[in-house]
């Protein structure tokens, strides 16, 4: 497989979804899910979980990250999990990259869509990776134009979109000049991260809605996580304003190591049920997204936040 996005993904990069009733699913259980897990999963099993997600209609995955084991052990294997993946035509395969020498084993395992990732709170950030936001945007604008030159896709992680665990409220007029920034760096697409799961339904609209108004409906995600019991709350006001690309993690797996408090991600069952309830198209089978939750806890021991798992689709 080229690095080059091949005529397949160049046009499902430019799908509009404006006018079809289509939400697009982002699944990130296989990277942010699982690298919150104290369990190790093998990588053949996160092989066949990602398979599988495919295989149950997911186009946009993130595989894994090319970061220093030593802070994220759980992805150490993300090279031997994109060789041995089988690629799908159509399927948009994402690794995470947090500096040129992640992109650089990007390119080697021929993935053509990658992630770059800040914070929006000057605390978090120096938490999460040790420096600034501006010296954070100086070295992330590096890598968007080295994988731009070489024809990949790149997505912009905001974390801490709707509050900081050591500032709190963040503006959000900081979240935007950080999402313009990355835009015009390269970003395709940004994801607004609510990293613990403060955004509160009001937060959540006001700022998807200035969102999407200047950036975009196609470019830009709502990545959410369920610590206070909003996650569905603070979806279905996204979608009101017009947010129709949203993150979930498979059974409801992750969280944050640098974010105090944060909960595991917006379960995939959890989000695939609330659109189904109100006509929402997204092509993932929600049956078979159980299924792989029911392994993976069954077979691996992951823990499972997702409530549609533990109190519907377990009993399937």
Request: hydrophobic residues 40%; contains cysteine; proline residues 4%.
């Amino acid at each position: 497989m080229s690095a080059t996005p091949n005529a397949t993904t160049a046009q499902s990069d430019h799908q509009g979804l404006e006018s079809n009733g289509e939400v697009r699913l982002f699944e990130v259980g296989p990277r942010d899910g699982l690298q919150n897990e104290s369990v190790r999963v093998p990588t053949d099993a996160k092989i066949d979980m990602i398979e599988r997600l495919v295989d149950a209609g997911v186009r946009d995955i993130e595989i894994g990250s090319f970061v220093h084991p030593k802070w994220v052990p759980q992805m150490a294997d993300t090279a031997r999990v994109a060789a041995g993946i089988r690629r799908v035509p159509g399927v948009r395969y994402w690794a995470l990259v947090p500096n040129m020498k992640g992109l650089e084993f990007a390119l080697k395992a021929e993935l053509s869509h990658v992630a770059v990732f800040l914070s929006s709170s000057e605390s978090h950030n120096l938490k999460n990776l040790n420096r600034s936001i501006s010296q954070s945007l100086e070295i992330v604008g590096e890598v968007i134009a080295e994988a731009v030159s070489q024809g990949l896709t790149v997505r912009g992680y905001i974390s801490t979109s709707f509050g900081c665990p050591y500032e709190g409220d963040v503006p959000f007029d900081n979240v935007m000049r950080i999402a313009h920034t990355l835009t015009q760096r390269g970003c395709r697409y940004i994801s607004l991260g609510d990293t613990t799961g403060m955004g509160t339904p009001l937060q959540i609209r006001k700022g998807c809605r200035r969102a999407v108004e200047e950036l975009g409906v196609d470019h830009v995600a709502l990545h959410l996580h369920d610590t206070r019991g909003l996650g569905l709350v603070n979806a279905l006001q996204a979608l009101e304003v017009g947010m129709r690309n949203f993150d979930a993690s498979v059974g409801g797996m992750g969280g944050c190591p640098y974010a105090p408090g944060a909960a595991g991600n917006l379960g995939t069952e959890d989000l695939l049920y609330l659109l189904e309830s109100l006509g929402y198209e997204t092509g993932v089978d929600l049956e078979r997204i159980v299924a792989i939750s029911r392994d993976l806890q069954l077979d691996h021991g992951v823990t499972l936040s997702s409530k549609y798992y533990q109190y519907a689709g377990a009993r399937l």
